[in-house]
């Protein structure tokens, strides 16, 4: 049943899915950067790394699901 906060319900779902994105995001890049860190024993640099590249792929999720 259609109601006057369907909308306000809407925004928070989006909120919610685009903040859920980021993290995530950015969580896979450090655990794959601190794998690859213990992996080749290069701390920090792979985390670093994992970690701006998750930040660009939670952007760049975000960007892509604003825009649909």
Do not use: C, E, H, Q
Not at 2 to 25: E, H, Q, R, Y
């Amino acid at each position: 049943m259609p109601g006057k906060n369907d909308g306000l319900w809407t925004a928070f779902g989006l909120a919610g899915s685009i903040g859920l994105n980021m993290v995530a995001s950015v969580a896979v890049g450090l655990f794959l950067g601190r794998s690859a860190d213990r992996f080749w024993d290069s701390s920090p640099w792979f985390t670093v790394g994992g970690i701006v590249v998750g930040m660009i792929a939670g952007l760049w999720g975000t960007y892509k699901r604003i825009v649909k």
